[in-house]
């Protein structure tokens, strides 16, 4: 099958969250949560703010893609995306200092709306969704702390309906031209057992580290449930030399 490839839209939000709901099952995880629809459209805000690449695939027309079709296409429902931030790679010190100037705005403007959604109610039960977020953050702060990197996978999902047919890998291969054009040396990815992470030992990844749990989910006891980070090197000598750990 073809696809049609473009940035994120505002629009696609509700179709991000359908691609992500059953892999995260937030309605299973958090029952304190009313509308875990909202808490799924948090997180595709909170993945978007932090982005300066997304890519998201709509499925092109029979037939192979037109010029006019693929510009009617880029407005269908989306089947995949992959968001990533490559904050370590910006040129020039003003270039560094004007981005993070421009990122920490966003965040405090993003976290400031949240706050106030969180207060009114806006995500359900708020001490459910407060325990989520601050989990989430503990993991992906910590796990990470002992890894350099240039640039960070945030997610990278692929419908149910569309696993399978490669799409997933095409996805990673626009984000590795991207990366390359940018001098981008190595990136990293934190997943878990909730997600399809066999997909990235099959696709050249170095598992880097791995502890139990899930992530943003502190009340999954599931004796089995793990969390990884893998990296990836686009370029020799820029690979991630430690070997795997494993956390209890």
Request: charged share 25%.
């Amino acid at each position: 099958m073809n696809f049609v490839f473009r940035p994120y839209r505002r629009r696609d939000k509700k179709a991000l969250c359908r691609i992500i709901a059953p892999t995260w099952r937030f309605d299973e995880y958090f029952p304190g949560i009313k509308n875990t629809e909202r808490l799924c459209g948090f997180v595709v805000d909170m993945f978007r703010v932090q982005s300066d690449y997304t890519d998201v695939a709509v499925p092109a027309a029979e037939g192979g893609k037109t010029k006019a079709s693929a510009g009617a296409l880029v407005d269908g429902v989306p089947v995949g995306f992959l968001f990533a931030d490559a904050h370590a790679k910006r040129s020039g010190v003003l270039g560094r200092l004007f981005y993070r100037a421009k990122k920490k705005t966003a965040r405090a403007a993003f976290y400031v709306k949240i706050f106030f959604l969180w207060l009114a109610g806006f995500y359900g039960e708020r001490a459910a969704v407060r325990k989520a977020f601050l989990s989430y953050c503990s993991v992906q702060k910590n796990i990470l702390k002992d890894i350099s990197f240039d640039a960070e996978i945030l997610c990278l999902f692929v419908d149910a309906s569309h696993q399978g047919s490669g799409l997933g890998r095409r996805l990673l291969s626009r984000f590795f031209e991207w990366s390359k054009k940018r001098k981008i040396r190595n990136f990293v990815l934190t997943t878990d057992t909730d997600c399809n992470y066999r997909f990235y030992d099959r696709s050249g990844f170095k598992r880097l580290k791995e502890q139990s749990g899930c992530l943003g989910i502190p009340q999954n006891t599931e004796p089995f449930s793990r969390i990884f980070v893998y990296g990836f090197s686009l370029s020799a000598g820029s690979g991630f030399s430690s070997a795997p750990t494993a956390e209890a």
